[in-house]
């Protein structure tokens, strides 16, 4: 449980990134591109989104998407059938499971597993702001609050986009601002915390 729905809503709009420096990895050049400028950051915003599950007892194959932002741009890896989680994996496993590259995001708690099963990357070095940020355990901090603390602005979380089939063969804009939002956003709140330029303890 996170304090998101206390954000006070008279402030400004975030305005994220845009969306030119949103790169959904779809070819070998947007790969090589991304692993370019993945690998040769020191810390990297980090998220998943995966296909809400609405019956009881059924069980989710996600992620079906995988954010990994630095300050500039967010790379956003669909992940829905065998040979995309071939084409993606060598280069979310170099980022992913790097010890040199502290990968940062909120509420983190079911992707380690997930992408364990699924692609068989075992994360390593990775920083669960909602808990690092938090000085109360029953009531850590999410992404909004965060926002809202560091940038005195407001994070949209949109619950119709946030619940919207992220396993669909084509994202729409709104699908991809958000994802890479909450990969960057993520990124910034860190670099603007207490805990910026503690990644190598």
């Given at each position: 449980?996170?304090?998101?729905?206390?954000?006070?809503?008279?402030?400004?709009?975030?305005?994220?990134?845009?969306?030119?420096?949103?790169?959904?990895?779809?070819?070998t050049?947007?790969?090589?591109?991304?692993?370019?400028?993945?690998?040769?950051?020191?810390v990297?915003?980090?998220?998943?989104?995966?296909?809400?599950?609405?019956?009881?007892?059924?069980?989710s194959?996600?992620?079906?998407?995988?954010?990994?932002?630095?300050?500039?741009?967010?790379?956003?890896?669909?992940?829905?059938?065998?040979?995309?989680?071939?084409?993606?994996?060598?280069?979310?496993?170099?980022?992913?499971?790097?010890?040199t590259?502290?990968?940062?995001?909120?509420?983190?708690?079911?992707?380690?597993?997930?992408?364990?099963?699924?692609?068989?990357?075992?994360?390593?070095?990775?920083?669960?702001?909602?808990?690092?940020?938090?000085?109360?355990?029953?009531?850590?901090?999410?992404?909004?609050?965060?926002?809202?603390?560091?940038?005195?602005?407001?994070?949209?979380?949109?619950?119709?986009?946030?619940t919207?089939?992220?396993?669909?063969?084509?994202?729409?804009?709104?699908?991809?601002?958000?994802?890479?939002?909450?990969?960057?956003?993520?990124?910034?709140?860190?670099?603007?915390?207490?805990?910026?330029?503690?990644?190598?303890?």
């Amino acid at each position: 449980m996170n304090d998101d729905l206390d954000v006070s809503q008279d402030l400004p709009a975030y305005p994220g990134i845009d969306m030119e420096k949103i790169c959904l990895v779809q070819t070998t050049s947007q790969l090589a591109f991304a692993e370019e400028q993945l690998l040769q950051a020191r810390v990297l915003g980090f998220d998943t989104e995966s296909k809400p599950i609405f019956k009881i007892g059924q069980s989710s194959d996600g992620p079906h998407l995988i954010q990994l932002a630095t300050t500039e741009y967010a790379f956003l890896f669909p992940i829905l059938n065998g040979a995309q989680v071939e084409f993606a994996t060598p280069v979310l496993k170099a980022a992913l499971e790097s010890k040199t590259i502290l990968k940062v995001g909120f509420g983190l708690g079911d992707d380690n597993q997930r992408l364990l099963h699924k692609l068989g990357v075992k994360i390593a070095h990775v920083l669960d702001l909602s808990r690092a940020l938090s000085d109360n355990r029953k009531k850590q901090m999410g992404a909004k609050r965060a926002v809202e603390k560091y940038f005195g602005q407001v994070l949209q979380k949109s619950k119709r986009v946030s619940t919207s089939n992220w396993a669909a063969e084509s994202l729409n804009e709104r699908q991809l601002k958000y994802a890479a939002d909450d990969a960057q956003s993520a990124l910034l709140v860190y670099q603007a915390s207490p805990l910026a330029g503690k990644e190598k303890s």
